[in-house]
């Protein structure tokens, strides 16, 4: 095998005596490959040689295991955006043109696809005449420009109709999902599915044969002609395709019905017109102002990503790798955690004083840890490996041993105080103790230890596995080194980890309360509950303030309003009616009565319409009617909580501001299509949110500007960098 020498940073090409060239793609500086400008001028650099001397065919591997190609160079993308519509055709066409070299070139190719193989990587994959695709669990392959507000748009909507036919193109492009290497094989998105150790042999004797026997040429042809979709299937696709879409969306995004629109356009032209039809389409998308938040909202994740959560790097380095964990308490939030740390392959402690609640908590903690969404069932061989690392005990003593303790028991500052007491004595000197509360301050629950700076909050939310974020809340005495080791630990369960100050409420409840407040107050001004929820949904929120209420539960919501009252209460009064309805029993959906009622109790009960009997105890609490319409209402539910973001930021409690939006997007289901609070802010303006405030200030302090704000309103600064 010889090496041709060719001052590429981000391939190597190898030519082999059988006459095959691979070209082996590792870009520096990344951890998964992606198509940098520098990997897509290396890879024509290379077509440029392979011109000269045409080999019998090309390989197209990784020298990364796992990262085929994750895609194209998002930062640039931004900057393209700014560019203008011209300048984005104009990346399009000459990303595909350069992919089309592959597919029509002298000689055939092949991709080798182990890993991850996601947008651009999969374009590039598309343009090869064959893929061979690895068994590996960590291979995976999709389209999720969706997910950014873009569609596919280096020949993916050209090329993925003819491969695979336009119906599957488009479920796979407009919902982003991946599939592993066997589904891929299945759906004919690859010619062969192998295993990662024969992958490259296969995929070299794969296009010997299909060289030899002409089906390579007749796919050159097939892929670069018009899809044959006789009107009734079109017709099938669009409507069903189109309803289907905008019950996923609500009609908030507008790139999967563009993503249908331009598959059923291309496919309906040969390949020549459906790539202009892709690059005018992909650079409407990328002006719209969601893929500008969704960008922003990737960018901020992506820094969440390479985030320590401390300043110092060496001290992250230095930070104690969790391996044996234990959970303290098997309520709804531990089982929770518990479920989790099993998926993500930890073993686990789990302790529970209450033995009848262990016992019925474990099968149900086994069940969904080995949930296989694509059988809509538990897997029972999955579950007896879950079951082997979960270890329940009813009393501390278990936890000798184990390097990270999570408490998550009842929500009372005596009992926590003394469970964290009790673990300290039986854990080891390095052990770092974590607590889940929701609103007990971590200096306070700290004051019994005798070591405080292993200490921190680790805020969950419920419902543990769809909320992604945890709040990593810094004591007084928190040492960075407990800091780095939970930030670290979270993101291995796929959490996102924001670090924040101890205060009341931390971030999340903090900035939510002013939202479940207000809605309170709507409702003493007699607006109907189903109207406020409807408002908040319509806005993108997955659930209305009331609906919210009554899942967390009133009692939990009274105690969490207690404490913001007693530390905000002159912009955040206890509500009487929260206590009223506690006294009357009606909890929420886990009593079957809380401002709604429901058929059956607990988390799954369905809504059976709003009752009037909490319609009675409102009354009883009635302030006098306001203006109403939808823009206000939206207006006040909304804006207190801006408010309170900006408060945040002005006490210094977050590391970074993008961590507010973080936060709201990954706790509180607020819409990434709008960017998170602060950005949503920005969409209307300072000056115009302290216009839409004036109205308002009646209410009280909660209505009323801050000076953050009167500043950016008048120097015109956006809130978020
Ligand atoms: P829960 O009542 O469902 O469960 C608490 C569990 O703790 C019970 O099983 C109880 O037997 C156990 N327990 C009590 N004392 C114990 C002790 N001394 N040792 C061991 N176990 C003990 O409560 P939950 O909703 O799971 O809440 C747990 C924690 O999570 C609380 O701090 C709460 O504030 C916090 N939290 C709750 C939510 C939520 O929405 N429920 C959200 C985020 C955080």
């Not at 194209?72 to 560019?83: E, K, M």
């Not at 289907?244 to 496919?267: D, F, K, M, N």
């Not at 209450?354 to 999955?382: H, K, M, N, Y």
């Not at 309805?581 to 059956?600: M, P, Q």
Request: proline share 7%.
């Amino acid at each position: 095998m010889t090496v041709i020498p060719g001052g590429l940073r981000t391939l190597a090409i190898e030519r082999a005596a059988d006459g095959f060239v691979r070209l082996v793609f590792q870009v520096p500086d990344h951890r998964h490959n992606v198509l940098s400008r520098e990997a897509l001028e290396d890879l024509a650099a290379a077509l440029d040689l392979l011109d000269g001397a045409p080999p019998t065919g090309v390989v197209i591997v990784s020298a990364r295991p796992g990262s085929f190609f994750a895609g194209a160079d998002l930062q640039r993308l931004a900057a393209l955006r700014d560019a203008g519509q011209p300048a984005l055709v104009d990346a399009c066409d000459r990303g595909r043109r350069l992919f089309d070299r592959l597919s029509t070139s002298a000689y055939a190719t092949v991709a080798v696809i182990d890993g991850v193989c996601l947008g651009g990587g999969l374009e590039l994959a598309l343009a090869c005449d064959l893929r061979v695709a690895t068994d590996e669990p960590h291979t995976a392959l999709g389209c999720p420009e969706v997910k950014l507000g873009l569609l596919p748009g280096w020949g993916g909507t050209v090329r993925l109709p003819r491969l695979i036919g336009p119906g599957p193109a488009v479920e796979m492009t407009a919902s982003g999902e991946t599939c592993d290497g066997s589904a891929a094989e299945r759906m004919g998105l690859v010619d062969a599915c192998v295993p990662a150790g024969v992958a490259v042999e296969s995929a070299i004797r794969l296009l010997a044969i299909r060289r030899r026997d002409g089906s390579i040429e007749r796919r050159r042809s097939r892929m670069a002609e018009a899809v044959t979709l006789d009107p009734v299937e079109r017709e099938f696709l669009e409507s069903t395709a189109a309803a289907a879409i905008l019950g996923r969306t609500g009609g908030h995004y507008p790139a999967p019905p563009a993503i249908l629109q331009t598959i059923l356009a291309g496919s309906a032209v040969d390949a020549r017109a459906a790539a202009r039809i892709e690059s005018a389409a992909f650079a409407r998308l990328a002006a719209t102002p969601v893929a500008g938040n969704l960008l922003r909202v990737f960018a901020i994740g992506d820094r969440n990503r390479r985030d320590p959560g401390v300043a110092d790097p060496l001290v992250a380095a230095a930070a104690p790798v969790i391996a044996n964990p234990a959970v303290v308490g098997a309520g709804i939030m531990g089982s929770g955690i518990a479920t989790r740390h099993l998926r993500s392959g930890f073993p686990l402690v789990l302790v529970d004083i209450d033995e009848q609640a262990l016992t019925a908590a474990v099968p149900c903690i086994l069940d969904e840890a080995a949930w296989d969404r694509r059988s809509g069932s538990a897997d029972p061989t999955a579950a007896l490996g879950h079951a082997t690392r979960l270890r329940s005990a009813a009393t501390l003593a278990s936890c000798a041993g184990v390097d990270l303790v999570i408490e998550s028991v009842t929500e009372r500052p005596d009992v926590k105080q003394q469970v964290l007491a009790d673990i300290e004595r039986v854990v080891g000197p390095d052990t770092v103790i974590a607590t889940n509360t929701s609103t007990n301050p971590i200096g306070r629950l700290a004051a019994g230890l005798e070591a405080p700076a292993r200490f921190c909050g680790m805020h969950f939310f419920n419902p543990v596995r769809w909320m992604m974020l945890v709040e990593v809340v810094r004591g007084p005495a928190t040492s960075d080194r407990t800091v780095a080791a939970v930030v670290a630990h979270a993101k291995r369960l796929g959490k996102v980890p924001v670090v924040v100050s101890d205060s009341p409420g931390f971030l999340v409840n903090r900035i939510l309360m002013p939202y479940l407040h207000e809605a309170g107050e709507l409702l003493r001004e007699g607006v109907p509950a189903e109207r406020i929820d409807r408002a908040a949904r319509a806005f993108g929120m997955p659930l209305g303030p009331i609906e919210l209420y009554d899942m967390v539960g009133l009692d939990t919501a009274f105690y969490a309003g207690l404490v913001l009252s007693a530390a905000f209460g002159d912009r955040i009064e206890a509500s009487p009616v929260i206590p009223a309805l506690v006294k009357a029993g009606r909890l929420g959906r886990k009593t079957g009565a809380g401002f709604y009622r429901y058929a059956g109790t607990g988390p799954h009960a369905r809504p059976a319409g709003f009752d009037d009997r909490a319609g009675e105890v409102i009354a009883r609490y009635a302030h006098p009617p306001r203006d109403t319409s939808d823009r206000v209402l939206v207006d006040r539910l909304f804006l207190p909580m801006l408010l309170e973001a900006l408060r945040v930021i002005d006490e210094g409690l977050v590391r970074d501001v993008g961590d507010v939006d973080l936060a709201v997007i990954h706790a509180l289901g607020f819409p990434a299509f709008r960017g998170g609070l602060l950005a949503w802010g920005d969409s209307l303006g300072a000056a115009e949110v302290v216009r839409r405030l004036e109205p308002l200030v009646d209410l009280g302090l909660r209505m009323q500007p801050t000076p953050r704000l009167l500043d950016h309103a008048s120097s015109g600064r956006p809130f978020t960098p």
